[in-house]
């Protein structure tokens, strides 16, 4: 691998955690934002997917409860961001029974750090508010 790419590829990495960094804190302040709702309307909130999640991204299925789903770079390494109104393991569980092959790598703090078992696809899991925040990096098209 040449210096410049070792370069683009060091920023690009950058970019991706000042934007994780930046989703992660709006998440914070909208879940600390949020009324308090009824019941009813939590399970009715949590039956649609919201309007800025695609189906899938990269091949990765994106959680039909997906919301705020932030997609920050389209090109490789592609990385988006989004909200699931579950518990993190239940996002775990989920996204291990969807046809990706994923490899627990660690745990620091409250963030799960997941990886396909080729390598490419990275899934990092953060509890947020009452459900959790899900970042999917992919490296290269698969």
Not at 5 to 12: D, E, N, V
Not at 27 to 53: Q, W
């Amino acid at each position: 691998m040449t210096q410049s790419k070792k370069l683009s590829s060091i920023f690009s990495i950058a970019k991706y955690l000042t934007y994780v960094l930046v989703v992660f804190s709006t998440f914070n302040l909208l879940a600390s934002d949020t009324k308090s709702s009824s019941p009813l309307e939590e399970n009715n909130a949590k039956l649609t997917r919201d309007k800025s999640c695609p189906l899938e991204f990269n091949k990765i299925k994106i959680h039909e409860n997906g919301k705020l789903c932030q997609i920050f770079a389209a090109d490789f390494p592609a990385s988006m961001v989004f909200y699931v109104p579950i518990t993190p393991d239940a996002a775990i569980n989920f996204y291990k029974n969807v046809g990706i092959e994923l490899q627990h790598i660690a745990k620091i703090k409250d963030r799960t750090l997941m990886k396909s078992k080729d390598n490419n696809t990275t899934l990092i899991f953060s509890a947020d508010g009452k459900g959790t925040q899900i970042d999917i990096l992919v490296r290269e098209k698969a």
